[in-house]
C-alpha cells in the first residue's frame, strides 16, 4: 500500500526526471509505468511527467488490485500472471518502471529477456530523495562486483559465532545501484550492494544473528541471538528464543522444504543509508536496510533470479551488522567497515 507519506508533487517530479536522466532514457524511446489498484498513483504520475519531459514516449498500466492478501510476502507472484497481452505491451517498451515490485517472478523475466530495462520503484518517496542514486555510487559498487564475481570463496565471521563458507563461481555476480541504463537489466531504487549465490551444495558453516540484525520481510530488528546451522546449501536447524521461532514459523508455513535453501549473499556499500531506517519510515520493503554501508547480508530462499532452480515463494533477506567477510584470501569486510579503499567514499578513504 501507499506510504501515508505527504509529497510535494513538484519535489517528486523532479526526482523521478534525475532518475530517468540516470537510467538513460531519451528522446525516441518508450517508457511504461507498472502499478496496481490505487498504489502509488503519484509515482505513476511524476514518472510519465519526467519521461515526456525527456523526450519519451510513455504510458501507464494499471492493474487491478490484488483480489485477497495472504499476508505472506510470496516473491514471484505477480498481478500480470496470465494476462500476456499485458506483458507483451511492456517488453515492447525500452524501459518499464514497476511500482508493484515483480521481482522473481517468471514475467519480469520475460520482459527483461525482451531486452527492456526495468526499475522497481516502491519504497517512500523521502527516502527514494536522501538515497538518490549517483554515478560515483555506481562507480564503486562496480569495483565491489568486479571483486566478488573473481572470488571462488566468501567466509563471513563474527564475534557472535558466525563462521560459515560459501562456495562460489556458479552463479553470476549482481550489483545494485538505483538505476538501470543497460537494456534487459534490473534495479532498485534506492540500492546499493552487491551479491552472489553460493553453489547449491556449497554453503556450509553457522550464522549467529545478534541484536539489531534485520530480518526482512518482517522488517523487524532481531533482539536476541538466532543460530542457524547450514549444511550443503540448507538451513538445518534454527535456535533461539522469540525470534528464532517466528524465523521457523514462517517457513513453516510454507509447506516446501526449499524454503531452507540458502540463496544470495553480498554486503552493502551507501554511507547514507541508515541501519536504523526501519524506525524512521512505515511500508516500504526495507531497501536502506540492505544498503547500509558494511553490512553483510545472506538470503534464504529462492535463488531463480541467479539463475539457479529454486523458486521457492519463501524468502528472507537478512542484514548483519560488525561482520567480517573474505574472499579467497582478500579482506572486503572488517568487524562492518569496507577495506578495499576504491569501495569507501572519499569521506572514508
Known amino acids: 500500500m501507499h506510504q501515508g507519506v505527504a509529497v510535494n508533487q513538484n519535489l517528486l517530479n523532479d526526482m523521478c526526471r534525475q532518475q530517468l536522466t540516470l537510467s538513460g532514457v531519451h528522446e525516441g524511446e518508450t517508457v511504461s509505468v507498472l502499478s496496481q489498484g490505487e498504489e502509488r498513483a503519484d509515482y505513476a504520475d511524476a514518472f510519465m511527467w519526467a519521461a515526456q519531459r525527456l523526450g519519451a514516449q510513455t504510458f501507464h498500466l494499471r492493474l487491478p488490485s490484488p483480489s485477497s492478501a495472504s499476508g505472506a510476502w510470496a516473491v514471484g507472484q505477480s498481478g500480470l500472471a496470465g494476462n500476456q497481452l499485458a506483458v507483451d505491451s511492456l517488453k515492447a517498451t525500452d524501459m518499464l518502471v ?3 515490485f515483480l521481482l522473481f517472478s517468471k ?26 542514486p549517483t554515478r560515483e555510487l555506481r562507480e564503486r559498487v562496480e569495483v565491489a562486483a568486479e571483486l566478488l564475481a573473481k572470488a571462488k570463496t566468501m567466509r563471513i565471521t563474527s564475534p557472535h559465532g558466525t563462521d560459515v563458507t560459501y562456495r562460489l563461481g556458479v552463479y553470476p555476480t549482481m550489483s545494485e545501484y538505483g538505476y538501470t541504463d543497460q537494456p534487459g537489466r534490473w534495479d532498485h531504487w534506492p540500492a546499493a550492494f552487491v551479491f552472489t549465490g553460493g553453489a547449491d551444495d556449497g554453503v556450509d558453516g553457522r550464522i549467529v544473528l545478534a541484536p539489531g540484525d ?10 536476541a541471538p538466532v543460530e542457524l546451522t547450514i549444511e550443503a546449501g ?20 510454507f509447506d516446501d522444504p526449499r524454503g531452507y535453501g540458502m540463496s544470495h549473499v553480498g554486503w552493502g556499500l551507501d554511507e547514507r543509508a541508515h541501519w536504523h531506517g526501519l524506525t524512521q519510515f512505515g511500508g516500504g520493503m526495507g531497501m536502506e536496510l540492505r544498503s547500509f554501508y558494511g553490512n553483510v547480508m545472506f538470503s534464504i530462499g529462492p535463488n531463480n533470479e541467479l539463475g539457479g532452480p529454486n523458486d521457492t515463494p519463501c524468502h528472507f533477506d537478512i542484514p548483519m551488522r560488525n561482520c567480517t567477510l573474505t574472499l579467497d584470501d582478500t579482506l572486503i569486510v572488517e568487524s562492518g567497515t569496507l577495506t578495499i579503499p576504491e569501495m569507501r567514499p572519499p569521506s572514508h578513504r
Not at 214 to 223: A, G, M
Not at 238 to 251: F, P, V
Open 98 to 100: 514497476d511500482l508493484t
Open 107 to 132: 514475467e519480469q523475466f520475460e520482459i527483461q529477456a525482451a531486452g527492456t530495462r526495468v526499475l522497481t520503484a516502491v519504497e517512500p518517496a523521502p527516502l527514494l530523495a536522501r538515497l538518490m
Open 214 to 223: 534485520v530480518l526482512l520481510p518482517f522488517n523487524t530488528y532481531v533482539q
Open 234 to 253: 540448507f538451513v538445518t536447524d534454527i535456535r533461539g528464543g522469540l525470534d528464532a521461532e517466528l524465523l521457523s514459523s514462517y517457513i513453516r508455513s
